[in-house]
């Protein structure tokens, strides 16, 4: 511990001190996202904007129908379906 308040005591320490809240902040998960943009480009700031965003976001995302073809008809059988 001490060759840590040595290395903030030196002619270097400022600098230190720097990169390591650089470093605490680089490691922080984002909590809350402020801002978010819309389909057509434009940037939204307030929460309520940004709140019904993802909401439409998430709605289209969930909602998108995917083409598929139709399932064929197959033969119904009588009695048990042989081994």
Known sequence: MNVLY???DGPE???FA???KARH???LHIR???TVKRADG???RKPIEVRE???EYFKELL???FPRREAEEEQSMEGPIPP
Do not use: Q
């Open 6 to 8: 040595e290395k903030l």
């Open 63 to 65: 909602n998108e129908e």
């Open 42 to 44: 434009r940037v939204l």
């Open 53 to 55: 965003r993802w909401e």
């Open 32 to 34: 809350v996202v402020k």
């Open 18 to 20: 720097i990169l390591a």
């Open 25 to 27: 902040r680089a490691s």
């Open 13 to 15: 320490g400022e600098k």
